[in-house]
């Protein structure tokens, strides 16, 4: 297996990202202004349980968000 390859295994998104197709945008960014919607209130409410200051929640949020994007598929989700 070559180096490449190996990357790849280990970041999807260098296998799609080529092939993207840019009229898939909009939808994308909807998709993703409605899961922001409803992970971000989620997120604050878990700080403050946890005793934790708010912001540490928004941190949370966006850092799985990019996280994900990088190394997750839709497969994995489903």
Do not use: C, E
């Not at 009229?23 to 700080?47: E, F, H, M, Q």
């Not at 929640?57 to 839709?74: D, E, M, Q």
């Amino acid at each position: 297996m070559s180096t490449r390859q190996r990357i790849a295994g280990l970041v999807p998104m260098l296998g799609w990202i080529r092939g993207y197709d840019r009229s898939w945008l909009r939808g994308d960014l909807i998709a993703g202004l409605t899961v922001a919607a409803l992970i971000v209130p989620k997120n604050l409410g878990y700080a403050g349980i946890a005793g934790l200051p708010l912001q540490n929640g928004l941190y949370a949020a966006a850092a799985g968000a990019i996280i994900y994007a990088i190394f997750g598929t839709s497969r994995q989700i489903s």
